[in-house]
């Protein structure tokens, strides 16, 4: 599966509602007459978008995402004399050579943070569970990442210590997370954690996505 585009086309999806509709999500059965993978990935955005859903738009585009990493990183490195400076390109990691990999995870690390509140509803999983003979594949992904989220842990395991993965991965978890419950800032919290990202840092995230 090509996991850079099911990103890409998640967050075209949220910009386009957001631009569409002034309040609430799409129906499941509007999102459905559009069939196959293109369903998936509408439901998939309107589960990603529930609470985030006007941070998720603002990306407009995935660059947008390393680049408000970059930012909060420099921000961070100007207050934090002795951390390493990293170049722009080093943020950009859904345009780098391994994008498929960093999609992926930032992709699972999404829906692991909107599970987190347990709002993900048996009708949404039924009708990812409804669209198997037009997208199998990415029906069946979509389905275990939903009944199984990612653990922080492995998320975690899979960044190991590259700090601008790490960076993304967190933005992109917080801006699903934006009316923060009380499980999503459990989730939030370990996630920094386990990531092993500085409070400062996480605080300059914070700032970029608009929190």
Known sequence: MDFNQ???QVVNIAKNSASNLQTGNPTLDNITKVGGGAAITGILSMILGRSG???LAKLGSLA???NLAYQAYQNYQKSQQVQPVMSANEFDVLNSTSQQEASALILRTMIAAAAADGEITEEEKQTIANEIGDNAELAQWLEQ???NPI???EIARQVGND???AANVYLAARLVSKDLSRKE???LANLAEALGLDEALVEQLEKQAGF
């Open 6 to 8: 099911i990103l890409n």
């Open 163 to 165: 700090t601008a993965l």
């Open 185 to 187: 800032i459990i989730f």
């Open 53 to 55: 859903g006007a941070s």
């Open 151 to 153: 653990s922080v842990n």
């Open 145 to 147: 990442e939903m009944q």
């Open 64 to 66: 947008v995402l390393g």
